[in-house]
């Protein structure tokens, strides 16, 4: 998928918008939605206005938040006004379905706000680009730079000098130690642990508890609790 480049992914946040919170449509109603949608919660200048989900019933609620609709009416909600979305499909077990979502968005018009939770911490030299979703504690070092529709969920630790490629979902208790690589559409579980100028190639899954002393080749699979490679 080809996102728009950064300087563009706020063109809808113009005077049209009403006044307070910019109403956030979360397309995913499922746990990682309720999670997104108190992420928005946070955050002052955003409110979760509508859930997106093929597979619930309009008019149902989620944590208080109505179902709008499926997939075929984003283009009606995007077009009624509320022009920011946030992607709530983690993609576990298939990132490409994450990715998929995405592209539907940027088809019926919406822009992505970087959903930083208030008690993360990115260093000022640290990058963050639209669509991320930071979550409590995470923290981003110098100088690292996090790409579009990243997930950092819950105690992510990214040291400096850091790069994570688009899409990639990072689950809650990762660390990565300085100047860490991770391709776009990577798979990174919980509790994982990644040494000192690794690269992760794109689309790699790292299963849950895994330590990482060498590079992971791109597609590959490295299974929970293993330490990788086996023999150095």
């Known amino acids: 998928m080809t996102h728009q480049p950064t300087e563009n992914l706020t063109n809808h946040q113009t005077s049209e918008q009403p006044a307070g919170p910019l109403p956030v449509l979360v397309f995913g109603g499922g746990g ?7 992420l ?4 002052p200048g955003y409110r979760a206005a509508g859930i997106a989900d093929d597979r619930l019933q309009p008019g149902l609620e989620i944590l208080g938040v109505p179902v709008l609709g499926g997939s075929a009416r984003l283009g009606e909600i ?6 920011l979305a946030a992607n709530a499909v983690g993609g576990i077990g298939n990132i490409r379905i994450r990715v ?3 592209e539907r968005l940027v088809e019926a018009g919406f822009d992505f706000p970087t959903l930083l939770h208030p008690t993360a911490f990115v260093e000022p030299s640290g990058w963050i680009a639209p669509g991320a979703q930071v979550f409590p504690h995470a923290y981003v070092g110098s100088d690292s730079r996090v790409g579009f529709g990243v997930i950092l969920n819950t105690g992510v630790i990214v040291s400096h000098d850091c790069t994570i490629g688009d899409y990639t979902n990072i689950s809650p208790g990762t660390i990565l130690a300085g100047e860490v690589t ?3 559409q990577a798979l990174i579980g919980m ?3 990644i040494n000192n100028q690794v690269k992760i190639g794109a689309g790699a899954r790292i299963g849950n508890s895994a330590t ?3 590079d992971v080749p791109a597609g590959a699979v490295v299974h929970a609790g293993q330490i990788w490679p086996e023999r150095l």
Do not use: N, P
């Open 78 to 83: 995007c077009a009624g006004g509320i022009r």
């Open 182 to 184: 991770i391709g776009e």
């Open 191 to 193: 509790g994982v642990t």
């Open 212 to 214: 990482i002393k060498r």
């Open 40 to 43: 928005v919660r946070a955050l």
């Open 32 to 38: 990682h939605g309720k999670a997104v949608i108190d």
């Open 100 to 102: 998929s979502i995405f």
